[in-house]
């Protein structure tokens, strides 16, 4: 009887902990998002669509000048660090300071590991 009494409290434990730690999976995974949206939310609001078309349109007309594009899955890599280098022009850009630093801002404040921006290319 004592075993089983205490195979029950076991298994009772057992259930409650795994029960808390989705529970608490759960709240930090919506905090999470919640948070991400926000600092979404202000950065897009507050970004100027002009200077990031004009940054849009750099960096795509490096890519189309690139005859081969290598992916990410070869970061690190010669190749990778090669192509990567096509792209060095864009740094000494006005626009792209600019929106780097806008960008540091809410980097900063939000004390986040990175922000990035990303533009679709609509054919």
């Not at 404040?109 to 990175?114: G, L, M, R, T, Y």
């Amino acid at each position: 009887m004592t075993v089983g009494v205490i195979l029950i409290c076991l298994l009772t434990g057992v259930i409650a902990v795994v029960g808390i730690n989705r529970i608490s999976a759960s709240i930090v995974d919506k905090e999470y998002s919640d948070r991400a949206e926000r600092i979404a939310e202000a950065v897009a609001y507050t970004l100027d669509p002009e200077e990031v078309m004009e940054l849009k349109d750099a960096v795509l007309e490096i890519y189309a000048g690139v005859d081969e594009v290598v992916p990410s899955t070869e970061w690190g890599s010669d190749e990778w660090n090669a192509y990567q280098a096509n792209y060095d022009p864009i740094r000494e850009l006005s626009v792209f300071q600019k929106i780097q630093e806008h960008l540091r801002v809410y980097h900063d404040i939000f004390k986040v590991d990175c922000i990035y921006m990303t533009t679709y290319k609509l054919d």
